[in-house]
């Protein structure tokens, strides 16, 4: 069975902090992919970042950064210096077949206070 | 430009109404996907059209039923909801055949009230 735990429901930070918002993932697939999704209170997701199985390599984006290890099966983002428009709901989601299908983590809260 | 186009915003309808909600792109995708969220909860899967064929519906009541008239247009159709059918709905697309290394885009939703 697939599944994806953000442990974090909500997370709280002021302005210019770093945040870390954690995604463990679960799959007997050899290849899967993992997704990062930003959904602001406008309600649209927001696609992030898509990572395959095989690159294991870290990636940075402006601020964000995401820390991929398949040892312990996570896929993270880091916010760097965060700012006030980070305040939205993140989803982590696995996609490990062919059917499309998204396995959605639970959501992380994250509120940026000025 | 990956920008998905749901139509309406908001709706309110009662539980013998039948409306129906949009979803527009031009992307040129060839999957397009329905996904139902409640509040504070991810985004569920409903249906997943393939070359404007239905691929998966995932055991969705029958008083919700989409249609898929071209390859950018991608309806759902709203019959007798109940209350608890209230929610946004969620519309995306993705490239090529439904596929698990496919990048979903999606639209701002319809945020549904069922009276």
């Known amino acids: 069975a697939q599944k994806v735990t953000q442990a974090q429901t909500e997370i709280s930070v002021v302005e210019k902090e770093d945040v870390t918002l954690d995604c463990v993932y679960e799959t007997r697939d050899t290849t899967y992919y993992l997704f990062w999704y930003k959904q602001p209170p406008s309600g649209e997701l927001v696609f992030l970042i898509r990572?395959?199985?095989?690159?294991?390599q870290n990636e940075i984006s402006g601020r964000y950064s995401w820390n991929f290890q398949k040892s312990t099966s996570s896929f993270n983002f880091t916010i760097t210096a965060s700012q006030v428009v980070d305040s939205a709901v993140y989803f982590c989601a696995l996609s490990g077949d062919n059917t499309g299908k998204l396995i959605f983590g639970q959501g992380t809260t994250l509120q940026v206070k000025p | 430009d990956t920008e998905v186009t749901q139509t309406p915003k908001h709706l309110v309808m009662g539980m013998t109404n039948k409306k129906s909600l949009k979803c527009e792109q031009h992307?040129?995708?060839?999957?397009m996907y329905w996904y139902k969220q409640k509040a504070k909860k991810p985004p569920e899967l409903m249906f997943v059209y393939s070359y404007e064929k239905l691929s998966i519906n995932e055991s969705v009541p029958s008083r919700f039923s989409p249609e898929c008239p071209n390859s950018s247009l991608l309806n759902l159709h709203l019959h007798a909801l109940q209350p608890e059918d209230s929610a946004l709905y969620l519309c995306a697309s993705s490239q090529g055949r439904q596929g698990f290394s496919n990048i979903q885009y999606f639209g701002a939703g319809t945020r549904l009230s069922v009276l």
């Open positions: 992307m040129g995708h060839r999957a």
């Open positions: 990572r395959n199985s095989f690159d294991e």
